[in-house]
């Protein structure tokens, strides 16, 4: 099942209706009252990273449910240029986005990135720590997102794998640890991937029930 495609904004424009779609969604899926609120939290925590995204984006958001677990996506067009995104970072006086706090922070700043219309070259280390390539073909893994075989994708799980190797001998690791300890977003969804397709990057954060 496909949900209807909420037109979303950065400026909060469409963000009732998301909510009001994951809503319907539980709902029509008469889910346990838990399981519904977490999907509005989901919905909501989607939405706040959307919202600190620097600029007017525009975005599209639906859920698809299949096999027991609920997809939720949003997608945008890679429209931000290198010298917007060099204009923004130069406000920092570090050159980086010391906005990147936080779980959400973090995937927010590599969305940003991902729609970087020039270059994908400025990405934040810690996108390195997640990423996979992805070679899962439609039909397998409902929680892997079926990219092209010679494409990437970043991944919540493996950023936390990761993060749980090094914590012991990298402070900046265990810092990153503690965070995802304290997120809700990565204590409340079982994936969340972030990757290009096409002209659009997309964050999907995966929930089963």
Same mark, same amino acid.
């Given at each position: 099942?496909?949900?209807?495609?909420?037109?979303?904004?950065?400026?909060? %424009?469409?963000?009732?209706?998301?909510?009001?779609?994951?809503?319907?969604?539980?709902?029509?899926?008469?889910?346990?009252?838990?399981?519904?609120?977490?999907?509005?939290? *989901?919905?909501?925590?989607?939405?706040?990273?959307?919202?600190?995204?620097? %600029?007017?984006?525009?975005?599209?958001?639906?859920?698809?449910?299949?096999?027991?677990?609920?997809?939720?996506?949003?997608?945008?067009?890679?429209?931000?240029?290198?010298?917007? @995104?060099?204009?923004?970072?130069?406000?920092?006086?570090?050159?980086?986005?010391?906005?990147?706090?936080?779980?959400?922070?973090?995937?927010?700043?590599?969305?940003?990135?991902?729609?970087?219309?020039?270059?994908?070259?400025?990405?934040?280390?810690?996108?390195?720590?997640?990423?996979?390539?992805?070679?899962?073909?439609?039909?397998?893994?409902?929680?892997?997102?079926?990219?092209?075989?010679?494409?990437?994708? !970043?991944?919540?799980?493996?950023? @936390?794998?990761?993060?749980?190797?090094?914590?012991?001998?990298?402070?900046?690791?265990?810092?990153? !640890?503690?965070? *995802?300890?304290?997120?809700?977003?990565?204590?409340?969804?079982?994936?969340?991937?972030?990757?290009? @397709? %096409?002209?659009?990057?997309?964050?999907?954060?995966?929930?089963?029930?």
């Amino acid at each position: 099942m496909k949900s209807d495609v909420i037109s979303v904004k950065s400026d909060g %424009g469409g963000f009732e209706q998301a909510l009001a779609q994951a809503e319907a969604v539980a709902a029509f899926r008469s889910l346990p009252k838990k399981t519904a609120l977490h999907l509005r939290l *989901l919905t909501e925590e989607m939405m706040a990273m959307l919202r600190e995204i620097t %600029g007017e984006t525009a975005a599209e958001f639906w859920i698809e449910d299949k096999d027991n677990t609920f997809a939720l996506h949003l997608t945008a067009s890679t429209i931000i240029s290198r010298s917007k @995104r060099e204009e923004l970072l130069s406000i920092s006086s570090t050159g980086k986005n010391a906005a990147a706090k936080g779980v959400l922070g973090k995937l927010r700043d590599i969305f940003e990135c991902a729609m970087d219309a020039d270059s994908m070259g400025d990405l934040p280390v810690y996108y390195s720590h997640g990423v996979i390539m992805s070679t899962v073909m439609a039909g397998e893994d409902p929680m892997t997102y079926a990219f092209n075989a010679d494409m990437a994708m !970043w991944s919540m799980q493996h950023f @936390r794998d990761v993060m749980g190797e090094e914590k012991d001998s990298n402070p900046e690791a265990e810092e990153a !640890w503690d965070e *995802l300890e304290k997120s809700v977003v990565a204590n409340l969804a079982d994936e969340v991937s972030i990757g290009i @397709r %096409g002209n659009n990057v997309e964050m999907i954060i995966y929930k089963k029930y």
